[in-house]
């Protein structure tokens, strides 16, 4: 690798600083105290902390569910005990659907893959989709209905409406989360006709109305625009973290990877710049990032479109608007970059931004032609006319006054969520009936008079779009667990009294969407997912007369506080969302992909403002304790948070995600990180500046991993510039020496000899594109799902034991105090030829297999660990506890924590070392099928065989199969002249190989910096 290409890799500042702690703590092999294995689990710590996920651990057997959809007596002719069923449906999200395919075992469901046959997953999925299994089995959800706190029944909810709903008269408050569902649509409309005096309010904490409010000043109608990155070259996302807080971002992912892709050196990829305060994920795949406070994104976007004014039409009322970014190096380079790329070009704004930088965005893609291309306007018939957050905000207000008699919640949690000013649990109780319908009994229901209990999507009927309008059925897989309802079913009690089926709800709605026979076309839309040829109608949009002058209004932007005041920016936290998935296990233990910090939020700042608040940027390695801090706002909220620092966070601003600080809703989630929503306001929903922040006095125990596993400093990740790709093709393959090489060979000589594999088996590999990757952690979640690993809890990963088998390194690269830059790797286990963990097991229980695999004998392991301090990757988890046995002698409900369980992978217990196995569960039963079609191959054709992180991974960057095949998918990534395997030099011949990731800068910027 050239000099100029040279680069340090390093994870934390601790290591960038190599101070004496972390040499410490990387030449030892296990954190301090990891060989304790006597530390007790208290039966109350236990609960707190594990929840449904426990089950996970491993238990000794799976029952069949206790209820099913359909109750037999004679076993079904399609049902096959070991067999599993795959039913599609779709998983719900803030108003959109994306369509998802379930695997259930003998009537339980226990995987989610996303649907093929569906364009807004397109066979992939997020975190949340994947973890949604979790959530169904949560078994702190709801399990009854109550009435002021008491336990009630469903029977008497439905005689309560028939009472007091009688009066027509009343003013009702309908407040429901965001739905595109067309039943419960009818069933709104019917709620509004019977009730003159009712009025309906979508509350959704984090929201799209400031989007809608954008495109309706410019085209004078509310539109949903969308983004086709697929087809942009050039990409300009102002604080918009689009691939992973967007509604459509599996499809997002999956079109921006695409676009990045490179299947040769002459293939000309996309470019990405970011412009934002926090460091996201989008962020760190972008070529080029300008840190930025996130109350100057206006200004920036303003003066960008002032400079385009110049050289198009349709910006005019921006013609001669200047601020302090009017000289910025940043303006000229983009206007010049999005002229060039006229109709092959996008520009995004996050959606916390206010409707006057949405408007400015959907302007600028309007004059460079990239409506109608790269981005479509979409006419959404469930978007209000009106802007909901005002209407939300004028109907807590007249609940304060007394003007509601009652309302009706539908979901939504607006007591622990909604803006602070508001003070809406106040409202509420000015209110004389309050009902709620909620997963959890959460601050909400305990705020209110009735309380239903909700049923997961995985166990009802129901329907809605997705983020483009496809509209799809959501059937249920198990019997409502704990007799929940859904939402319709819910409404129709309410509106018309009676107690009637979500499944008769949505087939009488689908009666009058279904054209031609309706029994065909229903079971069509079931089988396949969706219904055909629906889509939301593509509107042709022209810039409305009135911009001009409204333009000319917003454009009035000052700055109120000095340069150097100190700016809050309150985000939904990127596993939480608002808080709705708190009660996750999977979700909180996932380390945020920036900050690798599990089971907590803290607040984020720059090295050089955390020196300016007397906090060193380096804390004293292997302390776990972080310095509390103080947040006031002008208003006079004080909140106090652990600080942490980000290389590549703006200066002089401070980031804070929700979700966190529940209390009553579940022991995974309660008492869990701190409550932010106290900072968010009305007036500032994204951003508050002047705040004043000073120490606490105090520290708090965080549990980070970016410290746990590491290599050392050895180049395991590697990336360049794309000219230097194309000059050097085999820079990633040149970047270490490897001895004993020579002539044609692959692999270097080795004292023994090579084993020869039998040629009748396939011979399994993997290939990781670090270029498609962008971090997300979805195939850690997946895996999780997959293989019934543990959830452990924030005292243990604080000590170095989490148990997944696939982790998301994340290395920063340039300056710790300017904006350096960031990679992601994923890393299983390598599956080496010559397995260096094979060579010291005293009891041979990691072995290798025929067809290339490196196999655990569970019944063999003694727990000597010896493997793992033999194991370059540090890929090979020890489970230390028996979970599964502590929570089933003290514990509650064992058959439905069972029932989470996947039956085809072996459970483990305390004391074994357990890895990544390439999914061989789904190699097995590929191998059988693949025998009994043909009688005699076990080599399954390409494709047939996906891991669980593979079939996941909305980027596609993950790739598997047989080495043996040279036409399969994998053969031909790993003989591109990315690929390199790591720690060649070791000679340990790992099965699974990285391409190196290209970035595609602009030189002009590059120069100046």
């Known amino acids: 690798m050239g000099k100029e290409q040279q680069q340090t890799y390093w994870r934390s500042l601790n290591e960038l600083a190599q101070n004496e702690e972390y040499r410490k703590f990387a030449e030892r092999e296990f954190p301090e105290n990891a060989t304790e294995l006597s530390d007790g689990v208290s039966r109350r710590n236990f609960l707190q902390i594990m929840g449904a996920s426990v089950a996970l651990a491993g238990l000794a057997s799976c029952r069949k569910p206790v209820q099913k959809i359909l109750p037999y007596t004679r076993q079904p002719e399609h049902l096959v005990p070991g067999i599993p069923l795959y039913y599609a449906s779709a998983a719900p999200f803030r108003g959109s659907l994306n369509g998802i395919v379930v695997e259930t075992n003998e009537g339980r469901p226990t995987k989610i893959e996303g649907n093929d046959l569906h364009p807004g997953s397109n066979g992939k999925t997020n975190i949340r989709q994947q973890a949604a299994i979790l959530e169904l089995y949560d078994q702190d959800r709801s399990r009854k209905v109550r009435r002021n706190g008491e336990s009630s029944s469903w029977s008497d909810f439905v005689e309560f409406c028939n009472d007091h709903f009688a009066d027509t008269g009343r003013r009702i408050a309908f407040i429901s989360e965001a739905s595109s569902s067309p039943t419960l649509d009818r069933l709104r409309r019917k709620a509004l006709e019977k009730f003159p005096n009712a009025r309906w309010v979508t509350f959704e904490t984090y929201n799209d109305e400031s989007v809608y409010s954008g495109t309706g000043m410019v085209f004078g109608r509310r539109l949903r625009p969308v983004y086709h990155f697929g087809k942009s070259q050039v990409s300009v996302s102002l604080d918009d973290d689009f691939l992973q807080d967007g509604d459509n971002d599996v499809a997002c992912i999956g079109a921006f990877a695409q676009s990045r892709a490179l299947p040769d050196a002459d293939a000309r990829p996309s470019r990405l710049y970011v412009a934002e305060s926090n460091y996201s994920l989008t962020g760190s795949n972008a070529d080029h990032r300008l840190r930025i406070k996130t109350s100057e994104i206006p200004l920036f976007t303003f003066a960008l479109a002032a400079r385009l004014s110049e050289s198009v039409s349709g910006l005019e009322s921006y013609s001669g608007y200047r601020n302090d970014f009017s000289d910025h190096s940043w303006i000229s380079v983009l206007a010049e970059e999005l002229l060039n790329n006229r109709g092959q070009s996008i520009v995004t704004a996050g959606a916390g931004h206010d409707a006057a930088v949405h408007a400015t965005v959907h302007a600028i893609n309007l004059a460079l032609g990239n409506a109608g291309e790269t981005v479509s306007y979409l006419d959404v018939p469930y978007i209000a006319e009106n802007n909901q957050e005002h209407a939300f905000r004028e109907l807590a207000g007249e609940m304060k006054a007394g003007s509601i008699d009652t309302v009706v919640m539908i979901g939504t949690n607006p007591v622990y969520s909604a803006p602070a000013d508001l003070d809406f649990e106040d409202a509420l109780n000015n209110v004389s009936e309050k009902i709620h319908l909620s997963l959890h009994y959460d601050e909400t229901s305990r705020a209110s008079g009735w309380h239903v209990n909700r049923a997961h999507f995985l166990e009802t009927w129901g329907d809605g779009h997705s983020w483009t309008g496809v509209r799809s059925v959501i059937q249920p897989m198990i019997q409502p667990l704990f007799g929940g309802k859904s939402e319709t079913e819910f409404l129709k009690a309410i509106v018309d009294g009676e107690d009637v089926s979500g499944y008769e709800l949505v087939r009488e709605t689908w009666r009058g969407l279904l054209t031609g026979g309706f029994e065909s076309g229903w079971n069509e839309a079931l089988h396949d997912g969706l219904q055909k040829d629906t889509r939301y109608a593509e509107a042709t949009v022209a810039q409305a007369p009135a911009f001009q002058s409204l333009s000319a209004e917003f454009l009035v932007v000052r700055r109120d506080q000095p340069s150097d005041a100190v700016e809050l920016v309150v985000k ?365 191959s076990v080599k399954p054709p390409d494709g047939m065989v996906k891991t669980a992180c593979q079939q996941a991974c909305p980027a596609n960057a993950i790739t598997f199969g047989d080495l043996t095949d040279e036409k399969s998918v994998v053969s031909i990534q790993k003989g591109k002249d990315r690929n390199y395997v790591m720690l060649e030099e070791l000679n340990v011949r790992p099965r699974t190989s990285y391409l190196a990731k290209i970035r595609n800068p602009n030189r002009e910027i590059t120069e100046q910096s």
């Open 572 to 936: 939904a936290d990127p596993k939480l969302h608002d808080g709705r998935f708190a009660n996750n296990g999977w979700l909180q233990e996932l380390p945020d992909p920036m900050t690798k910090i599990t089971w907590d939020n803290v607040a984020l700042l720059s090295p050089n403002t955390a020196e300016r608040f007397g906090i060193p940027p380096a804390r004293t390695f292997g302390d776990p304790n972080q310095q509390v801090i103080r947040i006031t706002t002008p208003g006079g909220t004080e909140t106090e948070i652990p600080a942490w620092v980000l290389p590549g966070h703006a200066d002089d601003s401070i980031t804070v995600y929700t979700g966190y600080g529940r209390q009553g809703v579940g022991r995974v989630a309660d008492q869990v990180g701190v409550d932010t929503y106290n900072l968010r306001t009305t007036e500032n929903r994204l951003f508050t500046t002047g705040v004043e922040v000073s120490r606490a006095g105090r520290t708090y125990v965080i549990a980070s991993t970016q410290d746990h596993h590491s290599m050392e400093g050895r180049p395991l990740v590697r990336d360049a510039d794309l000219d230097y790709y194309r000059e050097n093709p085999t820079f990633a393959q040149d970047a270490v020496y490897v001895p004993g090489i020579y002539g044609d060979r692959e692999h270097p000589v080795q004292l023994f000899a090579d084993k020869e594999w039998p040629a009748h088996e396939p011979q399994w590999g993997m290939a990781i594109d670090l270029n498609s990757c962008i971090g997300c952690g979805v195939c850690t979640i997946a895996c999780q799902a997959e293989n019934n690993i543990p959830v452990i809890g924030k005292r243990e990963v604080r000590r170095g034991r989490e148990m997944h088998w696939i982790r998301t390194d994340r290395y920063f690269s340039g300056d710790d105090r300017g904006n350096p830059k960031v990679m992601h790797q994923p890393v299983p286990c390598m599956h080496c030829e010559s397995a260096p963990c094979e060579q010291v097991c005293p009891v041979a229980a990691t072995t290798h297999s025929d067809d290339g695999l490196n196999q655990m004998t569970y019944n063999r392991c003694i727990g000597t660990r010896y493997c793992a301090n033999n194991c370059p990757y540090k890929v090979r988890r020890f489970n230390f506890f028996n979970y599964s046995k502590e929570y089933l002698t003290t514990g509650d409900d064992p058959e439905i924590i069972q029932m989470a369980m996947n039956p085809d992978v072996t459970v483990r217990f305390r004391g074994v070392m357990e890895k990544c196995t390439y999914c061989v569960q789904r190699i097995s039963r590929a191998k059988i099928d693949t025998k009994n079609k043909t009688g005699d």
